[in-house]
Every structure is written in C-alpha cells, then in structure tokens.
C-alpha cells in the first residue's frame, strides 16, 4: 500500500467527530497526515496545527469544514497542489469544486472513512 500524504482541514480532538476518526484510521493505514484544525492537540499521534503550515507533495486534501469555513483555505489549498480533495458529507461546495478544477485538482465528493474501509482510498 502506498503512503498518501493527507491534510485533514478541521481536525477535532473530539473522538465522536468524524474528523478525529478519519485521522486515526489514516495512521492506522499508514498514511502520513498533517491536521489543521481549531484547537491544538494530538490525535493518534499527530498533533494538530492551528495554523497554515507550509506543505509540499500532498497527495489528498480531506475537508470537515462547511463551505463558509473553507473560503478561507481556498488559496492554500491550490498552492498545496494535491493531487484530490475530498469533500465528506457536509462540506459539499461546488464553487470550490470549479476553482479546484481550474487549477486540474481532482474533486471527490466522498466519506473519507468509507474509502478507507473499503480500500478505495
């Protein structure tokens, strides 16, 4: 299996969010992960940044942020240049969607859990 480099925006350190379970099951598959988030913290052994880190060769971007929230990593995003982002239930946005295609990243509206369940991510 091949390590993806996934940026999970709207990192929680709150176990019931899906946030939270989508970074543990990443490690869990060995997956590198950067999280972004609100609070700072530590989730599977990834710590949470509350700022926009510097990111080269990211592979997926996960959303858990609703559209209003995403306007403001829009540009940080495109500059990241992954290679997806995914938009989980909730965060569907398709001004976003066109801007991300524009600039030829690939969009997926999908549950980044069920990916990983059923292997498809």
């Known amino acids: 299996m091949k390590n993806k480099k996934t ?3 709207g990192a929680s350190l709150k176990e019931e969010r899906y946030s939270n379970k989508a970074i543990q ?4 598959k060995g997956h590198s992960v950067i999280a972004i988030g609100q609070k700072a913290g530590e989730v599977a052994g990834v ?6 880190v510097p990111v080269k060769n990211i592979d997926t971007v996960t959303l858990y ?9 829009y ?9 997806r982002v995914i938009f ?3 965060t569907e946005n398709p001004e976003f969607y066109q ?3 524009l600039n030829a990243i690939k969009v997926e509206v999908a549950c980044t859990l069920v990916l990983l369940r059923t292997n498809q991510f």
Request: charged share 25%; proline share 8%.
């Open 7 to 9: 940026m999970v925006l």
């Open 25 to 28: 099951f990443l490690v869990e």
């Open 47 to 52: 710590a949470i940044q509350t700022k926009k």
């Open 65 to 73: 942020l609703n559209p209003v929230r995403q306007r403001d990593y």
């Open 75 to 83: 540009n940080y995003i495109i500059e990241a240049q992954p290679k």
């Open 88 to 90: 989980n239930p909730g």
């Open 99 to 101: 801007l991300l295609e």
